[in-house]
């Protein structure tokens, strides 16, 4: 942050009190210490994470093109084809690699270095080598290779299975950057478990086109007397008496009725966006982020998702179910990007992608029928102008099955990398751009002290 | 609406009217607020009829009853090709290429059916074993109904019998990928998904589906990545079966065995290191390693305490799961027996001894026990599942069209800000409320848009139900009995009471409206206790 701390002061309305305090002394400065502290950051950023369910292949996502006949030794009926792939340089590993052909939009902002890769990475609870995790001397994440419990890990920002909350919802907890009480979190879609903090619960929005004033809007809101006998109902829930489950039904009620009274325009966004399940949650992300200061929020953390990705079969090389699928990340986030630019805030939005693991190397099935099963470290993008793009961090692993990465052992080995960088990491660096302090750093990632650093750099500021 | 139906819908208001007025009897016989309570988790809503007829033959009879219904045949459909033959657009695409039939029947079933139990487990099944037309192969109706005349039959059957018919359904086969499951390079999703999903999760379990831990206090996992790869070298080699019509995939008639070549004759090493020996054929594998499944100590548990949580309470106590999962064991997984030991329990039956007892009643039950009380009242087209519903109604469980395998929400979801579980949480958010008060206020404001896929849309004709608008205090109390079980609090139908007197009596159809919408959108109602 480059503000001032006078600047600060007076963009949270403090300017008149600033005198006062120099007058009265060092109570009222604590005082005002404390107001500061209570009003969060007063400039403006948002994570945007995308998660793709179900785990994306990402072994088809990166691909080495200097190394290409290990790959495709290794990957038979999935490997893409060499001269498909969207090559790109990559500095710190003084290598080719290649993207996915359907990956256009963000092979283009790899160029503009605006994209990062982050190779290998996946849920630890400590930094693991092969023969530590063969040998068991270092605790295996809780319940690898299963979906639920992957996604767990990834989410909750623990591997430890113990947690239950989410790292988006403890940022927000800790940043407390939502002094009108409009949640920090916005989901669109289901409640996951990155949007739940102890202390905050996120606003789930419909996706786009549904326009912002209606998208939590009774249509009963005319009978003001009904209405306020629902609300009345909804507050005899919530009292501490009521059976805790009846509370948590009140509770939602009565914050779609808070929330739903916040959104009251909807702001026109003039990029366009495919028309898909993604292009149209992060539509209304953008919405929401042209509203941010009509809704008070200094910080904002969207979650938004696309499932399909478990392609144990038919999984598709250049077209069919994955392939699909990544086109539709790639323009979805290309757009989205596009609107950032027009809303004037491409720094200060940062988006990535999440999933469950990656898939086995070594394929299941056989021709057109080929798919992969689950596996675990993955590569992920982390895209925006505050990005350090156009490189990898972390390590790309070698592609060789009962190789060096491989987490399974012997003749079988289908190649599930174990990872070379932890997801702890993935979303400390993501979560001190945002403005988690170092000291509140353990609250939203409770081991990130097994790791040699919180921040990979590859964001900017 | 009929003369026939006019009737009935005077005999609904006696009903309604009465359950407030008559004394509770001082025999054994359930109260109507305990018989409205039982029909709320052995079928899709108390009506006033079933609540009289439990009262008068009890719990237990009420179960023997619905065990002892003739199951009538199956309705199954001609398969139809993978694509729609030219010409098939419009509504013979709705009608054999997306759930749109069989939301409609399901709904009707719900809402009408005599097989309130048996569709009631069905559905409870349908939640742990899924199969999901969100899978482009299976969004026919035609190729998804035969997997729900497994769990119809399951549903009253034997649980290892369910876990072969399910494992060797066809939409089952083409969901998990068996279909395409060859020796030469398996596929691990049916084998990973049987064992965590299915029959016995991902920890050792304690009788009372508690989680075992080893010295250090951690929980002990039941299988590893290599009994994942054994269990899928296990389901190799099979296919569908010869199609009844040429070109046309039959997913009508259980798989069958593939080549011989296609199934992996290797030994393969199972739970509880039982090793299946070499060289046997791919039924021989399939019915010793469900066999071995079966046999874990977990599945009792695992399963008792799912079905629970679906019918009666998110949170039982170990107790509870331990005297199911112990009938589930004695009687060899009779699911008659287990149902009757969920529906009978005392924790079941007895008051709520504790605030996170229940359960958020998921979008499919709150809709059909809304809609069950007012029978003929309602007037229906049973379109009442997100994909056709109106843009803005959808609640997040779209019928037959989970997002994954791991269902609409997750067994484990934590309410948020506590340690209790309520599964159904995770798919009530500030989106899902605002759909669910909507569609509260459509149906019962005859508001609701129609269409050619929606022709009456669905709503409640409340004309017969005007003479109660004149008594704010007994409309209040009839809804507390058929709705809250007796159980709405004083400050709550304080509320109702002057809410409904603020309309002028005059607008008889608005204070009875008023009423209802408040109960139904209540959190006392969301909350099945």
Redesign the interface.
């Known amino acids: 942050m480059t503000s001032t701390r006078r600047d600060f002061l007076r963009q949270i309305g403090c300017g008149a009190l600033t005198a006062t305090a120099a007058l009265t002394g060092a109570r009222d400065l604590f005082v005002m210490n404390a107001l500061a502290a209570a009003a969060g950051p007063s400039d403006y950023k948002a994570l945007v994470c995308v998660f793709l369910?179900?785990g994306n292949d990402t072994n088809n996502v990166v691909v080495p093109v200097d190394d290409y006949a290990s790959y495709s030794a290794a990957r038979g009926n999935l490997a893409v084809p060499s001269a498909q792939l969207l090559t790109i340089s990559v500095p710190s590993a003084g290598a080719t690699f290649g993207l996915h052909p359907n990956l256009t939009r963000l092979r283009a902002l790899w160029q503009a270095h605006r994209l990062a890769v982050v190779a290998n990475v996946g849920p630890l609870v400590a930094p693991t080598t092969r023969t530590q995790y063969l040998n068991k001397t270092v605790p295996r994440p809780y319940?690898?290779?299963?979906?639920?419990?992957q996604q767990a890990a990834w989410q909750s920002g623990s591997a430890t299975g113990t947690l239950?909350t989410g790292w988006g919802g403890r940022i927000a907890d800790v940043i407390q950057a939502s002094p009108n009480g409009f949640p920090t979190v916005a989901?669109l879609?289901?409640?996951t478990l990155f949007s739940?903090g102890?202390?905050t619960?996120?606003?789930?929005?419909?996706s786009a086109p549904?326009p912002l004033p209606?998208?939590?809007?009774?249509?009963?809101s005319g009978d003001s007397?009904?209405n306020?006998?629902?609300r009345?109902?909804?507050n005899?829930?919530?009292e501490q008496g009521?059976?805790?489950?009846?509370?948590?039904?009140?509770?939602?009620?009565l914050?779609?009725l808070a929330?739903?009274q916040a959104l009251t325009a909807d702001p026109p966004i003039a990029t366009v966006f495919p028309n898909t399940t993604l292009g149209n949650q992060l539509k209304q992300a953008a919405k929401l982020m042209a509203l941010r200061t009509q809704l008070g929020l200094t910080r904002q953390i969207f979650f938004c998702s696309l499932?399909?990705f478990?392609t144990?079969?038919?999984q598709g090389v250049t077209s069919g179910s994955q392939p699909d699928l990544l086109t539709q990340v790639s323009q979805a986030i290309g757009a989205f990007y596009d609107a950032t630019v027009e809303l004037g805030i491409a720094s200060q939005v940062t988006t990535f992608t999440l999933s469950d693991f990656s898939r086995t190397l070594?394929?299941?099935?056989?021709g057109g029928?080929?798919?992969s099963?689950?596996a675990w470290g993955a590569h992920h993008f982390v895209i925006g102008d505050a990005v350090a793009g156009g490189d990898f961090y972390g390590t790309f692993p070698t592609l060789a099955l009962n190789g060096p990465n491989d987490s399974?052992n012997g003749s079988?080995a289908r190649g599930r990398w174990i990872p070379t960088t932890a997801a702890d990491q993935f979303g400390a660096t993501l979560a001190l751009w945002l403005g988690v302090s170092p000291t509140d750093l353990p609250t939203v990632f409770p081991n990130i002290g097994r790791f040699a650093t919180p921040n990979l750099g590859f964001m900017i500021s | 609406m009929g003369i026939a139906g006019g009737r009935r819908v005077l005999l609904i208001v006696t009903l309604i009217l009465g359950l407030a007025l008559v004394p509770l009897a001082a025999t054994a016989a359930p109260t109507v607020d305990e018989a409205a309570r039982f029909l709320g988790q052995a079928t899709f809503g108390a009506t006033p009829d079933l609540i009289a007829h439990v009262q008068q033959v009890g719990f237990d009879a009420f179960i023997s009853e619905q065990f002892a219904l003739p199951s009538p045949t199956f309705p199954l459909l001609d398969n139809w090709p993978q694509n729609p033959p030219s010409g098939c657009t419009g509504n013979c695409q709705r009608d054999n290429y997306s759930m749109y039939p069989l939301q409609v029947s399901a709904f009707g079933a719900f809402v009408t059916s005599p097989y309130q139990l048996r569709l009631r487990v069905l559905f409870a099944l349908n939640q742990i074993f899924v199969v999901s037309a969100?899978d482009g192969d299976l969004r026919q109706p035609s190729r998804m109904l035969p997997y729900l005349q497994v769990l119809w039959t399951g549903a009253f059957g034997n649980f290892r019998q369910l876990l072969n018919d399910i494992t060797l359904n066809p939409a089952m086969g083409q969901y998990?990928?068996t279909v395409?499951?060859?020796q030469?390079?398996?596929?691990?999703?049916y084998a990973?998904e049987l064992l965590?999903l299915f029959t016995i999760g991902?920890n050792q379990l304690n009788p009372d589906g508690t989680l075992q831990l080893d010295a250090a206090g951690e929980s002990i996992?039941t299988f590893d990545?290599s009994t994942?790869?054994a269990f899928a070298r296990v389901f190799t080699g099979w296919g569908f079966a010869p199609p009844r019509t040429v070109g046309i995939v039959n997913y009508i008639d259980p798989l069958v065995p593939a080549a011989a070549t296609a199934h992996d004759r290797q030994p393969k090493t199972l739970l509880n290191e039982v090793t299946l020996p070499a060289g046997r054929d791919a039924p021989t594998d399939l019915r010793d390693a469900l066999d071995n499944v079966f046999a874990h100590p977990n599945v009792g548990p695992f399963i008792g305490r799912r079905l629970i949580q679906q019918i009666v309470t998110?949170n039982p106590s170990p107790a509870y799961v331990q005297r199911v999962a112990a009938v589930f064991r004695s009687t060899g997984g009779d699911m008659k027996s287990v149902v009757r030991a969920i529906l009978l329990d005392q924790e079941a039956r007895a008051e709520?001894a504790?605030?996170?007892?229940?359960?958020?009643r998921e979008p499919v039950l709150w809709i059909t026990s809304f809609l069950r009380p007012f029978g003929p009242m309602l007037v229906t087209d049973y379109v009442l599942s997100d994909s056709f519903l109106p843009?803005?109604l959808?609640m997040?469980q779209d019928l037959f069209r989970s997002?994954?395998v791991?269902n609409f929400y997750?067994p484990d979801f934590?309410?948020?800000?506590?340690?209790?579980l309520?599964p159904e949480?995770?798919?009530?958010?500030?989106?899902?409320?605002?759909a669910r008060?909507?569609f509260a206020?459509?149906v019962i404001?005859k508001?609701m848009s129609t269409n050619a896929n929606r022709p009456t849309g669905t709503w409640i004709d409340l004309s017969g139900l005007t003479s109660m608008a004149s008594n704010p205090a007994g409309l209040a109390d009839a809804l507390n009995h058929m709705f809250l079980y007796g159980r709405m609090?004083p400050?709550?139908r304080t509320?109702?009471v002057?809410?409904v007197s603020?309309?002028p009596a005059s607008n008889a159809l608005s204070r009875v409206r008023?009423a209802i919408?408040?109960v139904v959108?209540?959190?006392?109602y969301?909350?099945e206790?």
């Open positions: 369910f179900g319940q690898l290779f299963s979906h639920s419990d239950p989901t879609g289901n409640l739940l102890t202390k619960s996120p606003v789930s929005v419909p549904t209606q998208a939590l809007a009774l249509q009963r007397a009904a306020s006998a629902f009345q109902l909804l005899q829930g919530a009521s059976p805790l489950l009846v509370q948590a039904a009140a509770d939602v009620g914050q779609l929330n739903g499932g399909g478990d144990h079969v038919s070594k394929p299941a099935g056989s029928a080929a798919g099963d689950h399974d079988g | 969100v998990l990928d395409s499951n060859n030469s390079a398996p596929n691990e999703n990973r965590q991902l996992p990545q994942i790869t998110s709520p504790d605030g996170v007892y229940g359960h958020l843009n803005g959808q997040g997002p994954s791991f997750p934590v309410v948020a800000g506590d340690s209790t309520g949480f995770a798919i009530y958010s500030t989106s899902t409320a605002r008060t909507n206020y459509q404001y508001a609090s400050a709550t509320t109702i002057n809410s603020a309309i008023n919408y408040l959108t209540s959190p006392q969301l909350v206790r």
